[in-house]
């Protein structure tokens, strides 16, 4: 496996972890090409482990990436790397990212493992957070009198903000348009 040079010593935080997970299909996941930046390898050494390994990676562990989802993946992502792919990019569930780290056995490998746990954990944490200030808010509207507008107004864009985000919108077509 070749290693990129600028992340052969430096082991990942949490942080810069969890700004690379994603939700597809309702799940957390860590995309190949992501792994691969994370462990030092090249994107095909992961997709050949899991080739390698079918017993190890059921789908409910990794599962390749629609075309459908790749927009919505784009717009969860500020800055997108999606360039030429010949396959789909692999989508590694909590689960798939625990597996894999038992294929790759360097050290490295060891290291970034325990980091991506770490911040599947903090990532958990933070929702388990909000759902509780979500029912905390809930609660207190529930006791408040809302005769007043101003309050029912600031009880509505606390509920607003505490929605996860929706599907994004397509984007509008640039250019002339022929009438259907």
């Known amino acids: 496996m070749t290693i990129h040079r600028e992340h052969r010593h430096e082991t990942p935080t949490p942080e810069t972890i969890g700004s690379r997970i994603r939700i597809v299909r309702g799940q957390r996941v860590l995309l190949d090409e992501d792994l691969a930046r994370l462990y030092g390898v090249r994107t095909k050494a992961i997709n050949q ?51 894999l780290s038992s ?8 290291r970034v493992n325990v980091a991506i746990m770490r911040a599947f954990v903090r990532l ?22 809302l005769h007043d507008e101003r309050i029912a107004a600031v009880f509505e864009a606390i509920r607003q903000l505490l929605q996860p985000p929706g599907p994004p919108d397509p984007p509008d077509r640039i250019g002339f348009h022929r009438p259907p």
Request: with cysteine; glycine share 4%; aromatic share 6%.
């Open 49 to 99: 482990a899991v080739a390698r390994n079918p017993d190890r990676f059921p789908p409910d562990f990794v599962f390749p990436i629609a075309s459908n989802e790749v927009a919505i993946l784009k717009s969860q992502s500020v800055t997108s790397s999606w360039g030429g792919r010949r396959k789909p990019a692999l989508a590694f569930t909590e689960q798939g990212v625990a597996m």
């Open 103 to 110: 294929v790759l056995r360097s050290a490295r490998a060891c």
């Open 124 to 145: 958990r944490a933070l929702l388990a957070d909000h759902q509780e200030l979500a029912a905390k808010v809930a609660e207190l509207e529930r006791k408040s009198d």
